[in-house]
């Protein structure tokens, strides 16, 4: 059973910086597609970021230069690293994750990235609240 849970959110002034915390059970890391959403009140969920298999990133344009994802394969967890932090990125944070392709042992590169443009992930955390003051 796929489980996902984030941690690492708080409150913190603009121009902070904080660091989320995605720890998964059931798959290892680069068997399934990984990703972070955001959603921020009375609107949308928005991707956020996504690593996909062979280790390239995709960013949504507005965090791009301030926040980077990346895996620790070793314990098994992602992280998104965010810095200079503004009021606009006050959201619930996700951590999600998607199965690979049918009768495919892990995502082919290129994969996650579209799922992420297809917002499609099949497992989402329960998220974790970050607040930026300005």
């Known amino acids: 059973q796929v489980q996902l849970v984030e941690s690492g959110g708080g409150s913190v002034q603009a121009g902070g910086s904080l660091r989320l915390s995605c720890a998964a059970n059931g798959f290892n890391y680069g068997t399934y597609c990984m990703g972070w959403f955001r959603q921020a009140p009375g609107k949308d969920r928005d991707g956020v970021a996504v690593i996909d298999s062979d280790g390239s990133t995709t960013y949504v344009d507005s965090v791009k230069g301030r926040f980077t994802i990346s895996v620790d394969n070793a314990k098994n967890i992602l992280y998104l690293e965010m810095n200079s932090l503004k009021p606009e990125d006050t959201a619930m944070y996700y951590c999600?994750?998607?199965?690979?392709?049918?009768?495919?042992?892990?995502?082919?590169?290129?994969?996650?990235?579209?799922?992420?443009?297809?917002?499609?992930?099949?497992?989402w955390g329960q998220g974790t609240q970050v607040t930026v003051s300005s």
């Open positions: 999600v994750a998607a199965r690979p392709p049918p009768g495919r042992s892990r995502p082919p590169p290129g994969y996650c990235s579209r799922r992420y443009l297809q917002q499609s992930f099949g497992y």
